[in-house]
Nanobody, 126 residues
Framework: QVDLVESGGGLVQAGGSLRLSCAAS????????IAWFRQTPGKEREFVAG???????????LYSNSAKGRFAVSRENAKNSVYLQMNSLKPEDTAVYYC????????????????WGQGTQVTVSS
């Protein structure tokens, strides 16, 4: 069982930045891939970014096209945490952001992830 708690959401103006955090409760955090998804009302949850387990490839990160170049995902195993740095935010980034965990490698679909956080709201005003 892995419990995940997101934090760092809020209201920001377009062009601004936010840093989301995902804290995990597991003794084997380094064995898990952590991904960020987001969801708006009436739409399916979509992949944003993810980072592989610590023993993975030399390039463990993966981004959606909309996140590439603006968002950066990183992990700090000593704190059982993963971060999503979001820069140059746009109104279309407004959503509830969720972190999710699965063993080893990042996947881009929700059905691959057995563990989810409760979500944190990000609102970008124009």
């Amino acid at each position: 069982q892995v419990d995940l708690v997101e934090s760092g959401g809020g209201l920001v103006q377009a062009g601004g930045s936010l840093r989301l955090s995902c804290a995990a409760s597991t003794r084997t955090f380094s064995d898990y891939a952590i991904a960020w998804f987001r969801q708006t009302p009436g739409k399916e949850r979509e992949f944003v970014a993810g980072i592989d387990w610590t023993g993975g490839t030399t390039d463990p990160t993966l981004y959606s096209n909309s996140a590439k170049g603006r968002f950066a995902v990183s992990r700090e195993n000593a704190k059982n945490s993963v971060y999503l740095q979001m820069n140059s935010l746009k109104p279309e980034d407004t959503a509830v952001y969720y972190c999710a965990a699965r063993a080893f490698n990042v996947g881009v679909t929700t059905d691959l992830y057995p563990y989810w956080g409760q979500g944190t709201q990000v609102t970008v005003s124009s």
